[in-house]
Antibody, heavy 122, light 108 residues
């Protein structure tokens, strides 16, 4: 069965840093683009970042560019989101998700992690 | 940035009724439109990709249509488990990928 299991959320002060992890199983991780999407409490979905299969192509939302860094370790089937200079408005549930087609950047996402809560507060 | 506008914001219906959800984009996205379902406390679930293709395991009562700037998600006969929030997303131009604001389908 295909799974994405997330970890790394928590409470952090404004200006602090946090790293989120997303571990994949049940599929050939290295063949799929991956994305991060967040959802502030009671709000809609906001795309954060995407990374291609080999990490060569990366995209960020304007709201996080320069502060967040997405990466992947294909040998360990893991996706990461390094978040720094965190702001109160970064508080959200963060989801990782898998691209729908192998070896492509088709940005539809068919498998999602369970989500991890990041709270930025003093 | 392509802006997606979903309507209505809330749809109040009874089980067995049909639901029609709209998603309009600020510029053409051809057929690169995706629909997700999200229930409280859960991750989104992929329903429809490329405007009209049902994802694996999605019941036939869900159908998508449209192209260009106007898209529709139809649920032909609402089951109790269909009451949820539905989001559209365009995948033509990125960054940024963009989502609509969501339509909540609630029990009347």
């Amino acid at each position: 069965e295909v799974w994405l299991v997330q970890s790394g959320g928590g409470l952090v002060q404004p200006g602090g840093s946090l790293r989120l992890s997303c571990e994949a199983s049940g599929f050939v991780f290295s063949n799929y683009a991956m994305t991060w999407v967040r959802q502030a409490p009671g709000k809609g979905l906001e795309w954060v970042s995407v990374i291609s299969t080999d990490g060569a192509k990366i995209g960020y939302a304007d709201s996080v560019r320069g502060r967040f860094t997405v990466s992947r370790d294909n040998s360990n089937n893991a996706l990461y989101l390094q978040m720094s200079s965190l702001r109160v408005d970064d508080s959200a549930v963060y989801f990782c998700a898998k691209g729908i087609r192998a070896d492509s950047l088709d940005m539809a996402f068919d498998i999602w992690g369970q989500g991890t809560l990041v709270t930025v507060s003093s | 940035e392509i802006v997606l506008t979903q309507s209505p914001a809330t749809l109040s219906l009874s089980p067995g009724e049909s639901a029609t959800l709209s998603c309009r984009t600020s510029q053409s996205v051809k057929n690169y439109l995706v629909w997700y379902q999200q229930k409280p406390g859960q991750a989104p679930r992929l329903l429809i990709y490329d405007a009209s293709n049902r994802a694996t395991g999605v019941p036939a009562r869900f159908s998508g249509s449209g192209s260009g700037t106007d898209f529709t998600l139809t649920i032909s006969s609402l089951e109790p488990e269909d009451f949820a929030v539905y989001y559209c997303q365009q995948r033509l131009n990125w960054p940024p990928l963009t989502f609509g604001g969501g339509t909540k389908v609630e029990i009347k």
